[in-house]
């Protein structure tokens, strides 16, 4: 398994900071500094606060204004990013490898030094409110938002990262200064750089910039798992032309076995152009452009989506297809058999290799799975897994897991 592997090294700094590097010929060079703190860590006052902080550390530091901050960071030439998920904050940069070290000074004073103007926090609400209104414009992300919200009663999944206008009109400075200060310790972060450096090398710039960061996390809320709720949900938007049908199964735990054979059925139900949703719903049907599946095994997530927008006209059809799918499946009436394994293992190894080859790529996937808590090297065992992947496996969590949706139907309104 030599060929799946990477040069990793991984040290603790005193402060608690957890450090991963990675050596790789390439000169392209990427830096993700990910925080533990997300969406589903907050309580009812914050919703919204970790994806607003977030925004806060591009609006300048304590040594930067914000257009100097922001300079600085095009004049890298590269990619730079920031993200906010269900457990997580996460900021990067790839670029080439001489702007590296600029590139993590800058993330550094970003990190330790951001100053929350409140000029700046004032302009970047209306900035985050637009975004709302955005993603309540757009009725995909307006369906799997509606989808969560009546698929849970008390799990934070209900809740919009961004959070609520409500919510995030009424954040104080004092009030998102204390929520950064609390999570953006070492302790709660984990750094990963994938480049041509010596580990000796990055790990001493990594700890020049970031050895005396103090502080210590607290204590987190206690994640609320729940599964969803079998029902059936129609709502309404003005001004839009066509419909969408949405499925959510929400689980409450997936033992190890079962997330590869999810990963794959998942794939083969609507995530490729030749999966059997997309075939039947746009090739066979004519029923609909936009089809896919989407599967997060987080352990504090553990959901799967169906997503298809459609005609009005076609949704009862559309629905029809959908459940028929699945009880065939389960019931062995669509064959898996080794030609289509085949197929389903290459794109599957296909998808690991490109991450190993990619540097950005390589980065987040090794982020994504330290602040997990997992082993940063777990697709080797799932290459390993892929070798006795059977039909029979697909059957059985499809079985075991696809059960009771919560179906969310959004219809243009009259």
Not at 217 to 234: D, Q, V
Request: proline share 1%.
């Amino acid at each position: 398994m030599k060929r799946w592997t990477f040069d990793e090294n991984t040290i603790i700094l005193p402060n608690g900071l957890k450090v991963i590097t990675i050596k790789k010929d390439t000169r392209l060079a990427s830096i993700n500094i990910g925080v533990n703190i997300g969406s589903l860590y907050e309580d009812e006052k914050e919703l919204g606060m970790s994806h607003f902080v977030e925004h806060m550390l591009f609006k300048g530091t304590k040594n930067r204004s914000n257009e100097q901050l922001n300079r600085e960071l095009e004049f890298l030439g590269g990619d730079y990013n920031a993200y906010t998920d269900y457990i997580s904050t996460v900021y990067s940069i790839t670029c080439l490898d001489e702007e590296f070290e600029k590139g993590i000074e800058l993330l550094s004073d970003m990190v330790l030094n951001s100053s929350f103007d409140e000029k700046e926090m004032k302009k970047e609400k209306g900035v985050v409110l637009s975004e709302i209104k955005s993603d309540k414009d757009d009725i995909e992300d307006l369906s799997i938002s509606r989808t969560h919200e009546y698929a849970f009663d008390k799990s934070a999944l209900k809740n919009s990262i961004a959070g609520t206008e409500e919510h995030v009109k009424g954040f104080k400075r004092k009030q998102v200064y204390d929520f950064y200060k609390k999570y953006y310790t070492p302790d709660n972060c984990v750094i990963v750089t994938v480049s041509a450096f010596s580990h000796e090398q990055m790990q001493k710039i990594i700890t020049d910039l970031f050895g005396k960061w103090e502080g210590k996390s607290h204590k987190k809320a206690k994640i609320i798992k729940e599964e969803n709720k079998e029902l059936i949900k129609t709502t309404y938007k003005s001004q839009i032309e066509q419909g969408t049908v949405t499925y959510l199964y929400a689980f409450k735990e997936v033992c190890e076995k079962d997330k590869l054979p999810l990963k794959i059925l998942s794939y083969k139900l609507a995530e490729s152009s030749n999966s059997i949703l997309f075939r039947e719903l746009r090739e066979e049907r004519g029923l609909a452009y936009d089809v896919y599946s989407q599967m997060d095994l987080d352990e504090n997530v553990n959901t799967m989506n169906i997503f298809t927008s459609v005609r009005e006209e076609s949704i009862d059809e559309v629905i029809e297809v959908i459940d028929k799918a699945i009880l065939d499946i389960k019931n062995k009436d669509i064959n898996f058999d080794e030609d289509m394994l085949c197929m389903m293992k290459k794109t599957h190894k296909t998808g690991v290799v490109s991450t190993l080859e990619d540097c950005s790529s390589l980065c987040s996937y090794v982020l994504v799975q330290s602040l997990a808590g997992k082993d940063i090297t777990e697709f080797i065992n799932s290459m390993e897994e892929l070798e006795t992947l059977t039909g029979e496996d697909i059957y059985r969590v499809c079985n075991k897991y696809l059960n009771k949706p919560t179906i969310h139907i959004l219809k243009p309104m009259e």
